[in-house]
């Protein structure tokens, strides 16, 4: 085999290879949060809300890499502040199984603690 040939041939090799090589990388997971407010509205629940909580949470993502529309898919509910749907909003959030729970208010967690036997983190 001239050196020619094994160059040729090695070339089409990898041209071959290639796409297999490309379609066999697993893309990076993307994770799903889910913020469960009480009261606050959908709109304000993003890092660019002048409420001080998101803005850390979306911030603290961001510094660990975790980027909404990238990497990260972010679910929102809220109880609008009407204590009778927070049983509901808990059990909808987590019935879409999301990776994480970000939650606030006595109330509101406690009714996720019911909705779920998933380990629950809560902090004040």
Not at 66 to 80: A, C, H, K, P, T
Request: aromatic share 8%; with cysteine.
């Amino acid at each position: 085999m001239s050196r020619r040939e094994f160059i040729i041939g090695s070339l089409i090799g990898t041209a071959v290879a290639w796409p297999l090589a490309a379609s066999a990388q697993q893309p990076a997971k993307v994770y799903r949060i889910a913020i469960v407010s009480p009261s606050r509205p959908l709109t304000v629940m993003n890092e660019t809300s002048g409420v001080v909580a998101f803005k850390a949470l979306f911030g603290e993502l961001r510094r660990l890499g975790y980027i909404e529309g990238q990497n990260l898919i972010v679910e929102r509910y809220s109880g609008e502040g009407k204590i009778a749907h927070y049983a509901e909003v808990a059990s909808e959030a987590v019935r879409h199984q999301p990776d994480l729970i970000f939650a606030h208010g006595t109330r509101m967690i406690l009714h996720l603690k019911e909705a779920t036997s998933a380990l629950i983190f809560c902090a004040s």
